[in-house]
């Protein structure tokens, strides 16, 4: 028994809803055909009307209306600030993509621009057929759904990733700040703690390793310390809010906070709790840090303090001399980022850096120095002190130790070089 | 047959105790017990001891046609690279300027070379080889770096019983390993 009042409302509303879906099409076909002219516009706008004291032409027309991207994307002036993947790769399903670092700001790695390191592709896996298979040396091996992973008390950290490989000691070395150590982002991860998981099949005694299996077609397997396992080690299925994309390992990865990130291991179907490593390829044959000795480190785990200066960097230019803020990022495997020292006279003397609160445990931390260029030549780095006293070593203090055909964990302090005109290139190249 | 409807049910009453099981001592309660069979599908983990290799067979010659199909296009005819790696060679160079690391002188354990072509090779169709055609690739990809003779054929037994050239190369992890001071002036 609806009243006649209602049925008014109905109707008046239904003609409202049909009035704005017809409006917006045309909204739309608008927004096309200005799009179209767009690049024209733009040029002949540099000298013509959008500056005082003119009204700018985006303030003479309605902008794009609702809905014209459902799941937003950056401002087409942006379209630079994309992944750096090298062009000329032997392959590209074993290959890796960079974050563009000195065109980021703050210390989260927006989702499309979180760097990627696959070995056999990106799977694309349908969440309602994963299943995560928990075994070994357990009381009760179990299998979870992805609902079952998510009904687990949940909890949020903010870490950062590395990969190993992130430079190499040989050169040539990378022009930019993405091209030296592009293979490094940090995200805001949810998920549950792999204790709780681990807890719930009832660890049996004699269990030293979790070995990780992804469900990519390289089935990437990579063994844990138990220790881990139960201290900050979980099993993440969001990131920066969002569930992970796939090239982060959708539905599921593992993350193992500060550890080199080939371990994080994506699109995790297996955990099998053992006595001992697995001995996988990828923590014998690859993965391992040869010596100069002919032997060879295996296991090295933790990323070492690290940092390096985004703003000024590499393939940017100061416009003049005067007042430039120097801003980097500093990051430790091993816990808290204690102090960024920045120095701009070639490394003679070093200052304080400022740290951006709040400064958290395997996180990225940004640094900031306000600085005068004088326009004289100058040379400019910055070096990562962590809670543990540890200091950033420089390039040749690294190579005199470990030799330049050690792979992986170079964690060199790298300079940039300022010249009269302002052009910032790599010191070391 | 009636046999077998009482394996089925045996079957059932198990898995059902082992759920019941999973329940009663779990924490939270969640997911649901993995069986046997479930477990030895996915578990496919050889371990450095040739632990849990299936069984099979393979010679080094099966082997060299298996190669010359699936491998030889990325690693070369005879493994010498290509875009894919290197696997024959360079043993003895680990400790020069120009180490050549390969299957023959950078791998540690004989049997976690199957459980890596088993897993993930050939990289257009992994775990679309036989057991037996991968015991014949490790086989052949052994024989290439000199460690079995090449009338040589392989199985679990044999492939456990080789002892690598760099299984006494891996060292610990020593790091923090390099030292800077806290300088502050006159650097």
């Known amino acids: 028994m609806t009243k006649p009042t209602d049925i008014d409302r109905n109707v008046a509303c239904a003609s409202r809803r049909r009035f704005l879906r017809e409006g917006s099409v045309l909204l739309g076909g608008a927004v096309i055909a200005r799009g179209l002219a767009g690049s024209k516009a733009r040029a002949a706008a540099e000298n013509a ?28 002036f942006e379209k630079d600030v994309i992944k750096n993947i090298s062009k000329t790769l032997p392959q590209y399903l074993s290959a890796s993509g960079r974050t563009p670092l000195q065109d980021l700001d703050g210390i989260i790695t927006p989702n499309g621009l979180f760097y990627e390191r696959h070995h056999g592709g990106v ?6 057929q994963h299943r995560l298979m928990l075994h070994g ?18 909890e949020s950290h903010i870490y950062f990733l590395e990969c190993s490989g992130n430079p190499e000691y ?26 709780l998981v681990l807890q719930e099949a009832g660890l049996q005694p004699g269990a030293k390793w979790v070995v990780a299996e992804g469900a990519d077609s390289a089935a990437m397997t990579r063994s844990i310390p138990i220790e881990k396992c139960l201290d900050d080690a979980m099993l993440a299925y969001s990131q920066n809010g969002e569930r992970l994309r796939p090239q982060q390992g959708y539905p599921l990865r593992l993350l193992v906070p500060g550890f080199e990130g080939n371990m994080n291991v994506k699109w995790l179907r297996r955990l099998h709790v053992t006595a001992e490593p697995a001995y996988s390829r990828d923590e014998t044959s690859k993965y391992t840090d040869p010596m100069p000795d002919g032997t060879a480190r295996e296991f090295t785990f933790y990323m070492e303090a690290k940092s390096i200066i985004t703003r000024p960097s590499g393939g940017q230019r100061l416009s003049a001399p005067g007042f430039h803020e120097i801003s980097g990022i500093a990051w430790t495997g091993r816990g808290k980022v204690r102090r960024v020292d920045v120095s701009v006279d070639d490394g003679k003397s070093w200052q304080e850096a400022q740290l951006q609160e709040p400064v958290l445990t395997r996180a990225l931390t940004r640094f900031r120095l306000p600085w005068h260029w004088d326009g004289k030549p100058a040379v400019i780095q910055s070096r990562a002190i962590d809670e543990t006293g540890y200091v950033q070593p420089t390039l040749a203090e690294l190579l005199a130790v470990r030799g330049d055909n050690y792979v992986y964990h170079n964690n060199a302090i790298w300079p940039w070089r300022i010249a009269a005109d302002g052009e910032v290139t790599n010191a070391h190249a | 047959m009636p046999t077998r ?30 069986t046997p069979a479930e477990i030895a599908g996915w578990n496919i983990d050889v371990g450095g001891d040739g632990s849990n290799l299936p069984p099979g067979i393979g010679s080094v010659s099966h082997g060299s046609e298996v190669f010359a199909q699936q491998c030889a296009a990325c690693h070369g005819a005879k493994g010498e690279g290509g875009v894919g790696d290197r696997l024959v060679g360079g043993q003895g160079t680990l400790g020069t300027p ?34 037996d055609d991968v015991y014949a690739v ?12 090449a009338d040589a054929t392989l199985d679990a037994k044999s492939l456990a019983a080789i002892k690598m050239p760099s299984r006494n190369m891996f060292v610990g992890d020593p790091r923090p390993d390099v030292k800077n001071s806290e300088c502050m002036s006159g650097c």
């Not at chain 2, 354990?109 to 169709?125: E, G």
């Open chain 1, 49 to 76: 009307g959008n500056l005082p004291p003119d009204v700018p032409e985006w303030m003479k027309t309605p902008g794009d209306p609702m809905g014209t991207q459902p799941y937003g994307a950056p401002s087409p």
């Open chain 1, 123 to 128: 799977p694309t896996i349908d969440p309602a």
């Open chain 1, 137 to 154: 040396l357990v009381d009760r091996p179990l299998i979870f759904t992805m609902d079952d992973i998510r009904r687990f008390p949940s």
């Open chain 1, 170 to 195: 040989k050169k040539p070395y990378g022009k930019t700040a993405s091209d030296l150590v592009g293979l490094l982002s940090c995200a805001e991860w949810t998920g549950v703690s792999l204790k």
């Open chain 2, 5 to 34: 409807r009482l394996e089925l049910a045996a079957l059932a009453v198990a898995t059902l105790l082992w759920a019941a099981r999973a329940e009663a001592q779990s924490p939270y309660g969640i997911g649901r017990a993995a």
């Open chain 2, 98 to 131: 120009k180490p050549v690391r390969t299957v023959g002188s950078y791998w540690p354990y004989a049997p976690t070379l199957f459980d890596y072509i088993r897993r993930a090779m050939p990289q257009n169709a992994p775990q679309s080889l036989s057991n």
């Open chain 2, 138 to 149: 490790s086989a052949y990809i052994l024989s290439l770096n000199g460690l079995l003779p």
